[in-house]
Structures are given as structure tokens and as C-alpha cells.
């Protein structure tokens, strides 16, 4: 073999080993984790065991997508307390008003197809749904300024009929008057998604589950996401918890979602739920033009801005992050998805427990993921309440003293935080030992209302009603117009 023998044969090794290493370079680099991912991988896992065990919640599913695709997923704590169950990414959890998201594109989808106007009236699409005293436009109820009621009580919330039929849901408001004219004003309202729901099966000739099963799940590739039957037996679905006035983690009520299943009634994972808005941002869903329809701010007639489209809340022009999504609470439950589209960035989390002081815990992944710091904040409820509930009265203000001295960062001691803690002491009727607290706290943070008006409260539990009436109309001073306090004192200055 000659010398150009010899370099044809090399050439033809070269050309045979580039597209191995091209290929081994391309799996490297978009394939393997690189270091610093993996570096935000840890910390991103170290912020949930941290929140953890900071704001004592049972556990805590997440993800993060990130340039198109899901970049991290993880889980934390007990999906059941009762028999140690530990939570994976493949847990089922009720993900309360994120569920309002998912309408809110299947509606849009029929608005794409032209099945729909969004400013036709509701029983153009829904004729058993009476006509109201002013025009009730599909606009309104995706917006939330139709003037539809919310929930009458917490017993309505956690609703334990079942309803076979979206009809039969809808039929449980829909001979109510509207609160207000539609497009003057804005009230929340889940009952109002199901009336979407409605729409849908009557204009797509099939229930609202085959609908979302179809044209949502399916394109997106969201294979775990159903409607949480409270009868069926689902694999891998959670269990919620509450807690307690004194802080102990507590059942839920009893929930049957069947009256708001398209305002609150699916359940899912977060892996789903990134795989969603990986298909809406690809148009997978619906086009770029219609979703900027969804996530533009509402106007009301009076001009008033409301941040919040279609389906989705949205930033106020104030924040730094440029993002659209949806909180939802539900029995049992908490949740939270963040989308930032510019960057083509989001996070998710799904929590088993319904519970106050969360914090937003997207948002803090969000900003994990693009090398910020975050402090996650204990409650300062829970950690008085275990010295309390070991040592009394005495332990609990010493503790509370303490802390309110340093002004401890790790602690939330905002206003709102501390009452509660009073609030809580009267609810479970330790009357003298919140009366104890409350004036100390009375002291620690003068002529505020919220303090006044839990002193009024605690008094009147006492049958103390001079003690009582002083401290309302000290807080009515604070606060006119308040209702509640003026109430209160009409009601005891009447005995």
C-alpha cells in the first residue's frame, strides 16, 4: 500500500468517526444534564425539602419546563399520613382552579373552529341556562364578570352531592339573578365553569371528560390527567389535609367535585401539567393570536383594569416576572402554575393541603432555575403552637417575644401571622390565654385594627361586654366603615 493509499484511508476513517462524535456531542450537550443544571437540579430538590419542613405541609409534587421542554421534576413528603406513603412525580393530586386553564383553551378551541362567539349570549349554547335581566355573554364567564355567584357557604365549597349530569350542576344556579351587570364588576366564580362545560358538550356533541380526553390530553400527551370521581377507585390519587385551629394536621372534608368539575375537578400530576403548557406554547392547543386573546387583562366598563383573561390570572404591570397562570384551592388541596413565555419558562406545584401562608412556591422555582436565591418563610402559627401545645401558655409568649425582638427573617411576622395566633387561641376556647396574648401583642403593635377587633372578639367570648365594646370602637375608629365592628357594637350595646 502506497502513501496515497494510506491517506485515502485515513480520510475514510476521519469521515467515518465525525458523524460518531457529532452525534456524541449533540447527546451531551441537549441529552446529558450539563453541570450547572445539575447543580440547579439539587438546589431546586433542596428548596422542597426545605419548604417541607418550613411551612409543614404533608408534601409537595413540582416541575419546572424550561426552552421546550420539562428540565426538572420532583416530589416530597406523604401523600398519605395515615400509612406513610411517600409522593413521586406520578402522584395524583387535585389541582383545584388550575383546572379553570384547561376550559378556558377548550372553549377557545370551538371560538378557533367558529362553533362559538364569545359575545353571543350563554344560552345560545346553553338553552336550558334562563335568560337574565342584562345580556350574560361567554366573554363574562370566562372573565369572571358575568355577575354569576360564587360558593354561599363552606359547606357548598366542600359539596358532597353528586351530580350525574353537567345540567345538574349547572341546574343548582341557574335560576339565581346575577349580582351585577355583566362587564361592571368582577367576582370569582368556579360555578360559572360549569356552564363552559356545559357549552361544550352541547356544541362538540359529547361530555366534557371525552371532550378534554380528545382534543387536550391527547394532542398534549397528559396521559395521567381525569376528572376525580370521588366513587372511583383511582390509583395513585392523594389524600388532602387541613389543620387544625391549634396547628395539627387534620382529614378534609368530605368533597364530591361533580359540581365544579370544569372549575376545579380534575386531578393530575405536575408532569402533566408542564406537558399542557408545552402544547399551548407550541400551538399544539390553539394558535399564538388566540392565547394572547386569553392572557390579555380584562376592562371593565369602568374602565378598571383586572388582571386576570381567560382562564388565566395575570401579572400586574408592576412585577418583574412577565407571566400568566393560575392558583387554585381546593378541599384538601393547593396549587400553582406560573408560565413566563418570553423565556419560555414554567413551574408547577401540587400540595395536599389547603392551608394558609404558602408563600408561592412557582414562583420561587422560577426564579431557582434562572440562579436566584429565595428564603422560604417559617410559620410562625405552627412553631408557637407546638411549644404551646407542649408547654403552655407561658412557653408560646416567651418564644413570641423573643422572636418579635430579633425581627427573625426566618419567621413571618406580619400582622395578619400574629393575630392569627390569638384568633386561633379563641377558637379552640382558651379564652384566658388569648386574652394573655392578644394585649401583649396589643403592645407590640398599637391602634392596629385586626388587634383590636380580635381583642373585641375574645372579650365577647369572655361575656366581658364593656372590655368588648371598648376595643370595637377603638377599632371603628381605625376602620368607619367596617361592618362586622359595627355590628358587633349595635349588637351589644342593644343588650
Known sequence: MNKFDNKILNIKKINYFIPIFLCFLFYTQNVLPQKNDIETFKKLSEYLQTYIDYKRVPSISAGVYKKGKIFWLDAKGLIDLENFVPAKNTSLYRIASITKSITAVAVMQLYEKGLIDLDAEINTYVPYFPKKKWKLTVRHILNHTGGIRSYRSEEEFNSKMFYSTTRDAVLTFANDDLLFEPGTKYNYTSLGYSLLAALIENVSKTSFENYLRRNIFEPAGMRATRVDRHRSIIYERVRGYEKSPDRRFINSPLADLSLKVAGGGLISTSEDLLLFVKALLEEKLISKSTLQMMISPTILKTSQRINYGFGFSLADPSDTLKWFGHEGRGTGFSSGLMIIPD??????????????????????????????????????????????????????????????????????????????????????????????????????????????KSLGDVYTKDKNDGLALRYYREALLLKPDDSYVKNMIDKLTKK
Open 343 to 452: 423565556e419560555d419558562l414554567a413551574a408547577v406545584y401540587l400540595i395536599n393541603i389547603r392551608d394558609r401562608n404558602l408563600g408561592n412556591p412557582a414562583r420561587d422555582l422560577i426564579n431557582i432555575t434562572k440562579g436566584q436565591n429565595v428564603l422560604v418563610t417559617k410559620t410562625l402559627a405552627d412553631y408557637l403552637f407546638d411549644k404551646y401545645n407542649s408547654f403552655g401558655i407561658d412557653s408560646l409568649i416567651v418564644e413570641f417575644n423573643r422572636l418579635y425582638d430579633m425581627q427573625n427573617s426566618e419567621f413571618n411576622l406580619g400582622v395578619d401571622e400574629c393575630v392569627f395566633v390569638g384568633n386561633a387561641l379563641t377558637d379552640i376556647n382558651r379564652i384566658t390565654d388569648a386574652i394573655r396574648y392578644l394585649r401583649i401583642l396589643n403592645r407590640r403593635i398599637p391602634n392596629n385594627f385586626l388587634v383590636l
